[in-house]
């Protein structure tokens, strides 16, 4: 009996090689916990499979987490506040992540001073304005969502310049209003969903209520305070900062069409046992039961489309001018913006202009000259306004109205 050795050498390479490439693509199962470092569960961390971050999950409310990723890979941990963490990815991790004692030297605006984060003793999050201006918004305060931990940022629905709700600490009224108070460089005003984030210099906001001495009874559902850039001594500068985005409905609904509708009106007539003064089944005006294939020709009205069907360009540009002497400083901003929905002629434009002045008269005084302005158009009338019930009639109105509707 004859043996072939180069037979059996191939197929014992081929055996190998089938190993070692289903041990590259095995997968594992990830499973932890995140803890602070006081042992207490972290809810809400990010876990992604470093270099790929479409492979994420968050921890649950007892900082549990389970990622899915290939064996070998190294997952990174991170939370608003804490040191991100890599960790080799296994089957029982506990990750404890650290306060980002970096942030410790951070000047924070509280009342109408500024100290040192490290030297106040109360809850406060701050956020610069250069981490602001990159976001693709035309509102400060949508640009704050999810920017700083414990800060609730929530529109009112999906309209363009819908209000913004922040919420500091929580809703503590049930009769009351739980919006914050807002500080606009040393004003108060009502909201801050007209200020473009390219004219924000920080926002600082203070949640003790320690913290909120100096407001009184106004600060019980926390501060948001908002500095603006001030102007500086210098050459003049010129800086312009735009962008330009395209919406779209990233999914429709599944409804009915002529053919559907025609149909689902002679077995509902049907059904009921619904006649007419002849004794017959009433068929309204949908013809012979014996024509409802002719539908399926017919043409038939998309009113989801009709009227969710707009791919709108939106933009946003601003244009920054500063610069002067010791003796007199200036700042100009000027935002424009548009930004449209996709429900039919829905809209809202805004033109901001921020000018801020410094004129120093003598070494104890100086004149600041802060004029703001702002103007705002709403176009076309809304989702809440089409209809009687908002969007929900539109999506309930007949797709075809018969064979009359055909003339």
Not at 246 to 268: E, G, N, T
Not at 334 to 360: A, F, M, P, W, Y
């Amino acid at each position: 009996m004859s043996v072939n050795f180069k037979s059996i050498l191939r197929t014992a390479l081929l055996l190998c090689l089938l190993l070692a490439v289903g041990h590259l693509h095995a997968q594992t199962t990830a499973k932890g916990t995140v803890t602070d470092a006081t042992g207490e569960a972290v809810i809400g961390a990010t876990v992604v499979e470093k270099g790929n971050p479409k492979n994420a999950t968050a921890t649950d409310f007892d900082g549990n987490f389970t990622l899915k990723l290939q064996q070998g890979k190294t997952v990174v941990v991170s939370y608003i506040g804490m040191v991100s963490q890599e960790v080799t990815a296994g089957p029982n991790m506990k990750i404890q992540l650290k306060d980002d004692n970096a942030s410790l030297d951070e000047v924070v605006v509280v009342g109408y001073t500024s100290k040192a984060r490290k030297d106040l003793t109360g809850s406060v999050g701050s956020i610069s304005g250069k981490k602001l201006e990159v976001v693709p918004v035309t509102s400060a305060a949508v640009a704050l969502q999810g920017k700083i931990s414990g800060v609730q940022v929530t529109t009112v629905d999906g309209e363009p310049g819908a209000d913004v709700h922040i919420r500091v600490r929580g809703g503590t009224s049930v009769t009351q209003t739980n919006e914050p108070l807002y500080i606009v460089d040393g004003f108060q005003v009502d909201n801050i969903n007209d200020i473009p984030p390219t004219d924000i210099a920080s926002i600082d906001i203070l949640k003790d209520a320690s913290l909120t001495a100096i407001y009184g009874a106004k600060g019980g559902n926390g501060v948001v305070v908002v500095t603006t850039k001030s102007a500086q001594a210098g050459n003049v500068k010129v800086s312009f900062n735009g962008n330009l985005n395209i919406s779209h409905l990233s999914k429709k609904l599944d409804l009915m069409d002529a053919a559907d509708f025609a149909k689902y009106q002679y077995q509902w007539h049907s059904a009921a046992g619904t006649r007419n003064s002849n004794g017959k089944f009433f068929r309204s005006n949908f013809g012979n039961p014996y024509d409802l294939d002719m539908y399926t020709t017919l043409p038939s009205h998309d009113w989801q489309d009709e009227v969710m069907g707009e791919t709108p360009i939106n933009y946003s540009a601003n244009l920054n001018i500063g610069g002067g002497t010791d003796k007199v400083k200036f700042n100009i901003s000027l935002t424009q913006s548009e930004d449209k929905g996709i429900i039919l002629g829905s809209g809202v434009r805004r033109t901001n202009l921020n000018v801020k002045t410094n004129v120093q008269i003598t070494d104890k005084l100086s004149l600041q000259f802060n004029p703001k302005f702002s103007y705002r158009r709403n176009e076309g009338a809304g989702g809440e306004h089409i209809g009687t019930g908002g969007i929900i009639d539109v999506l309930q109105y007949r797709p075809t109205n018969g064979l009359r509707a055909y003339g």
